[in-house]
């Protein structure tokens, strides 16, 4: 899209309009708007950002500032028009240009023979070319773009219809407002796609809706689904979304002629080497700036190069950064396709490979009711066991009474499980149609599973709790808690050494992680001295986990490791936290009402503050290490990198240094380095260092200089 030359440009001039805002006027707002675009192609299409966040918005807010003074020099494709108003959309029915078809499966290496052996026929070709792609697991779009300009987005729908969901779709940085198809000849276009998210913009999500309390949804896939048909486009823009472009259906070109993906193609129709084969159409779309799967795509010769890939790729398909359920395989040449033609359900001249299913059918045998750390009682589904995406899975938590009602289950029901990635199993649904009316309901219990103690609900909350302080099955989960891998990270402690200790009477609080007998614990069997050895050593060094590890660890309601980390981040102090408001709480970022006063309610609970009282006494560093009096913030949001062997300063002491100061420290060279910083024989990163010219190279001493 942008040539390296360009590139160029764009980014000098980035840097003097940020150096000097007072050049910026009405009259360079075409190039203000083109440093944008350039800027958020770098960061949502290629992933490689040349300017940090702050200076972006910097210069956003220039743009707006210019709009608001000068309306009339608004364009429909300036980045500020991305921003939706309207905050109850409705979305109407549209017709897509060409119907948007399903695709035709196969499993296995036979299947794919097969659809080889048709292509040939039709085509009368001994070896037929094949592009071959990611099969994207999200929820499929078309785009309309006139005259460069983006002028709809809808949903697939029934594949005739589908709803005009364009206010939404402006909110995917990805997709870019306007694309320059006039200069391959091309007047309007509707190209398809798949958005998704991706499987880091999935974790953080979910774990969002955990933070609120409510359940995690079961994959990326529903979380993309389900926004496009938001009524808030600021709801949509909240979920970072992605798209990958993969398909032309339809076009005409400024010299009148009309390409249809489904129709018959006219021979005179001019084709450049992008629009000639699939592959080049991807290209293309690249070039037009959007995600096209150009990089991800092969093209080969015969069908057995076909199969040999689609297997490499599944093998490598949990290290991608999204999720996708098989491949794609289609013919390349435009003209064949054509001969080729279709079905009324999918091409003849595509097909799509799947892979191994990460969902599977089975039977939800029982409902087991846990008390967690905060009281909480969760259901969990006792499944018959299994195998799914690796591992066997028996036991899936189902959350709450309302997620029970709302997926249908009953005891007895077949359920449908899935694994995404990573992802913890969920029950999809379950499946009404093959009850045998034997099926039981499933009956919350109104007492605390394990000290009978009535439980409470607020009317607000789906979660029925045990509010008993006292509650053992609330003590022994905030200890495993506590000590998870996640909180304090003490390592060889584990869930079942916490049970067991905890019904042996040798712990019984979090403090008491501090003062276990050791002696005691060597009576035990399987305790040897080298396990002792390490779980104290284990348990000595957690003391000096970062400030937010233990805020995190304290298990405080709707407190997440996110929140945990800007907790962590406003003191300097933990004890610090208990002389906040509400309202002081609210003030951070990303804080809500409800969060704030889950821990005002933690710090001003008295047993609370003797328990952090008595950490504090046992060793515990309740500083925020970072944040000490010795440092400032006059590196914040800069990052470093050393090479080679520093004269005056250890490495780390260097590192140490510039965190000191609000610096980052990277791992490697890339354009979101600021500074390398070069001793003596350094090798390789400075080479790279030195071809991207944004970052600053600078000696020791140079160094020490800025942070004095
Ligand atoms: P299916 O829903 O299983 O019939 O598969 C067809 C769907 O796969 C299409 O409607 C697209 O939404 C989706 N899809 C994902 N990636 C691709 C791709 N690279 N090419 C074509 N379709 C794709
Ligand atoms: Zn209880």
Redesign the pocket.
């Known amino acids: 899209m942008y040539s390296a030359a360009t590139s160029k440009k764009l980014q000098e001039q980035t840097q003097s309009f940020l150096e000097n805002t007072a050049s910026i006027t009405a009259d360079n707002i075409q190039a203000l708007r083109d440093v944008l675009r350039f800027h958020e192609y770098r960061y949502y299409v290629i992933d490689d950002p040349l300017v940090s966040d702050a200076e972006y918005d910097q210069l956003y807010k220039q743009l707006e500032k210019l709009e608001t003074g000068n309306p009339l020099l608004i364009t429909t494709d300036s980045p500020t028009q991305r921003v939706g108003s309207s905050l109850n959309q409705n979305f109407p029915t549209v017709q897509h240009l060409v119907p948007?078809l399903?695709?035709d499966?196969s499993y296995n290496a036979e299947d794919l023979f097969d659809f080889d052996r048709k292509a040939r026929e039709a085509t009368n070709l001994d070896v037929i070319e094949y592009c071959i792609?990611?099969?994207?697991d999200g929820a499929?779009i078309s785009l309309i773009y006139e005259n460069d300009i983006l002028v709809r987005g809808a949903t697939?729908g029934n594949g005739v219809e589908g709803e005009d969901i364009t206010t939404n779709i402006k909110q995917i940085k990805s997709i870019p407002l306007s694309a320059p198809f006039s200069k391959y000849g091309v007047q309007q276009v509707e190209i398809r796609g798949?958005i998704i998210m991706t499987k880091k913009a999935f974790a953080k999500y979910n774990e969002g809706l955990a933070e609120q309390g409510l359940p995690p949804l079961a994959n990326p896939r529903n979380a993309a689904s389900g926004s496009l048909r938001q009524k808030d486009p600021k709801a949509v823009a909240k979920r970072n979304l992605d798209a990958f472009l993969?398909?032309i259906s339809y076009y005409t070109t400024i010299d009148g002629f009309t390409f249809s993906s489904d129709g018959e193609q006219n021979d005179e129709l001019p084709r450049s080497k992008f629009l000639a084969t699939h592959g080049g159409s991807l290209d293309m779309l690249w070039e037009c700036g959007f995600r096209s799967?150009k990089k991800e795509k092969m093209v080969v010769k015969g069908i057995e190069e076909v199969i040999k890939h689609v297997q490499d790729f599944e093998a490598m398909r949990d290290t991608l950064p999204y999720e996708i359920d098989g491949m794609?395989i289609k013919v390349n040449d435009f003209g064949l396709q054509d001969i080729m033609g279709m079905t009324t359900h999918h091409p003849r001249w595509?097909i799509?490979f799947k892979f191994k299913a990460r969902q599977a059918t089975t039977k939800l045998r029982a409902v087991e009711f846990q008390v967690g750390r905060t009281g909480a009682v969760t259901p969990v589904a006792k499944l018959e066991p299994v195998f799914l995406g690796g591992v066997t899975v028996g036991s899936i938590s189902i959350h709450n009474e309302d997620y029970i009602k709302e997926k249908d289950l009953k005891i007895g029901d077949t359920v449908l499980i899935e694994r995404a990635g990573d992802v913890i199993p969920q029950i999809v649904k379950s499946m009404p149609d093959i009850r045998t009316g034997k099926e039981k309901e499933i009956v919350y219990p109104r007492q605390c599973p394990v000290c009978k103690s009535e439980l409470y609900k607020e009317e607000t909350e789906a979660v029925w709790r045990c509010i008993n302080i006292e509650c053992p099955a609330q003590a022994v989960e905030r200890i495993i808690h506590f000590v998870s891998k996640d909180a304090m990270d003490i390592k060889s402690f584990g869930e079942a050494n916490v049970r067991k200790f905890y019904d042996l009477g040798l712990l019984k609080d979090v403090p008491g992680i501090y003062k276990l007998d050791f002696n005691a614990i060597g009576q035990l069997e399987g305790f040897g001295k080298k396990s002792i050895d390490n779980l104290s050593s284990a348990i000595e060094a957690s003391k000096q986990q970062p400030l937010y590890r233990l805020v995190y660890a304290l298990g405080i309601r709707f407190v997440g490791e996110t929140t945990a980390k800007t907790l962590a981040n406003a003191v300097e102090n933990l004890m610090d936290l208990a002389k906040m408001s509400e309202e002081e709480l609210q003030q951070l970022e990303d804080i809500g009402v409800k969060v704030a006063q889950s821990v005002y309610n933690f710090f001003s609970n008295q047993q609370n503050l003797a328990m952090l009282e008595e950490l504090q006494q046992l060793g515990l560093q309740l500083k925020n290490v970072k944040k000490e009096k010795t440092g400032t913030d006059t590196l914040h949001g800069q990052t470093f990198l050393f090479t080679g062997t520093l004269a005056k300063l250890k490495r780390n002491e260097a590192e140490a240094l510039a965190e000191q100061h609000g610096g980052k420290i990277v791992s490697g060279v890339s354009s979101k380095l600021n500074y390398l910083v070069v001793g003596e024989d350094a090798g390789s990163k400075l080479e790279k260092a030195k071809k991207i010219n944004t970052i600053k190279i600078i000696t020791e001493d140079e160094f020490l200089d800025i942070v004095k």
């Open positions: 948007m399903s695709l499966n792609e990611p099969k994207f499929s697939r798949e993969y398909h799967p794609v595509a799509a």
